[in-house]
């Protein structure tokens, strides 16, 4: 069938034609896994040359464990849900968890020290 509009046979495409998503070709999906490799050793040459606690610090390594670890605390002691039924009720008792957690959180934050 010379002239279809299959895939292997077709002709260059009239100006102005519709162009097929760039992101579907398998050189770009090819040029991401290369970027993903370049970032990956990006990332280890960085943990060479300063370190594992500076990449920590640079990337935030450990602050989703200690968000989670404070939930956590406050679930066990206020609970995981409301006790209340009635809706306006549910609105006072959040007003109220609130309240506490600013307290909570107006006490500030422990700081470690390492003893020499």
Not at 39 to 58: M, V
Not at 67 to 75: D, L, M, P, T, Y
């Amino acid at each position: 069938m010379r002239g279809s509009n299959r895939p292997g046979n077709r002709t260059a495409d009239p100006p102005g034609a519709p162009r097929p998503c760039p992101y579907a070709r398998p050189s770009l999906a090819r040029f991401s896994v290369r970027c993903a490799k370049a970032a990956a050793y990006k990332i280890a040459r960085y943990i060479e040359d300063k370190g594992i606690y500076a990449f920590h610090k640079k990337y935030g390594y450990g602050v989703r464990s200690l968000v989670e670890a404070q939930i956590s605390r406050i679930k066990r002691c206020i609970g995981e849900r409301l006790l209340t039924q009635e809706l306006a009720s549910q609105e006072g008792e959040g007003i109220i968890i609130a309240n506490l957690l600013n307290r909570w959180n107006a006490f500030g934050k422990r700081v470690c020290v390492k003893n020499a």
